[in-house]
Nanobody
Framework: QVRLVESGGGLVQAGGSLRLSCTASGTIQMINAMGWHRQTPGKQRGLVAT???????????NYADSVKGRFSISRDKASNTVYLELNNVKPEDTGVYYC??????????????WGQGTQVTVSS
């Protein structure tokens, strides 16, 4: 019903940049928000950044304190794609980055949907 396809992960040196993308497809009637979370070894999955879709909060972004000023989230509403620009990356940014979609499906209710994850590794 919903498919999230992520791309852009890889190996990058500390101080470098990387761009992740995630495209949502399927029987989506309305999107509330899309975002990125990451899971680092030994830790729970946590928020990196989100961007709102709905009228009244359209385009509003939210970032984890650890990435403010370095990461930037953006989107292309026409293609239901969200991007995460990672700049000045640090070794502690290493982890699996998961795309998240909060949406209402056609004929259904609201729900959270997740991508398969993309690995980002930052070398020092």
């Amino acid at each position: 019903q919903v498919r999230l396809v992520e791309s852009g992960g890889g190996l990058v040196q500390a101080g470098g940049s990387l761009r992740l993308s995630c495209t949502a497809s399927g029987t989506i009637q309305m999107i509330n928000a899309m975002g990125w979370h990451r899971q680092t070894p030994g830790k729970q999955r946590g928020l990196v950044a989100t961007i709102m879709w709905l009228v009244g909060a359209d385009g509003v972004t939210n970032y984890a304190d650890s990435v403010k000023g370095r990461f930037s989230i953006s989107r292309d509403k026409a293609s239901n794609t969200v991007y995460l620009e990672l700049n000045n990356v640090k070794p502690e940014d290493t982890g699996v980055y998961y795309c998240q979609l909060y949406a209402q499906l056609t004929g259904g209710g609201w729900g959270d949907y997740w991508g398969q994850g993309t690995q980002v590794t930052v070398s020092s």
